[in-house]
């Protein structure tokens, strides 16, 4: 059974940055692609995704130029490094995870995800 944490959450202002973590455990690491979305009050959104290898990474086109994601395979750990941090960007951050046989598959649908860890909160003052 895959674990993931996220942690880096927190209250930022306006204009801002912070990086998110998500560290995993119960799985192979290496085989796992992973996913960000965000979940405000009233919207859902793809953050971000890489693939097992870190070979492929997309970017949702609402944060295109703020945010990137990364993955070191040694710690076992994803980062989402988001930038110029706007109010709208206020929402819990979840990561997620699918294990993969490609090391070049990922997906912008949450349900393509079985794996979920429990958000890290992210707020932005104005």
């Known amino acids: 059974q895959v674990q993931l944490t996220e942690t880096g959450g927190g209250l930022v202002q306006t204009g801002g940055s912070v990086r998110l973590s998500c560290a995993a455990s119960?799985?192979?690491?290496?085989?796992?692609?992973i996913g960000w979305f965000r979940q405000a009050p009233d919207q859902r959104d793809f953050v971000a995704a890489i693939?097992?290898?870190?070979?492929?990474?997309y970017v949702a086109d609402s944060v295109s130029g703020r945010v990137t994601i990364s993955r070191d395979n040694v710690k076992n750990t994803v980062y989402l490094q988001m930038n110029s941090l706007k109010p709208e960007d206020t929402a819990v951050y979840y990561c997620?995870?699918?294990?993969?046989?490609?090391?070049?598959?990922?997906?912008?649908?949450?349900?393509?995800?079985?794996?979920w860890g429990q958000g890290t909160q992210v707020t932005v003052s104005s």
């Open positions: 693939s097992s290898t870190g070979g492929r990474a």
């Open positions: 119960g799985g192979t690491f290496n085989s796992l692609a």
């Open positions: 997620t995870a699918r294990q993969t046989e490609s090391g070049f598959w990922y997906s912008t649908e949450r349900g393509d995800y079985p794996y």
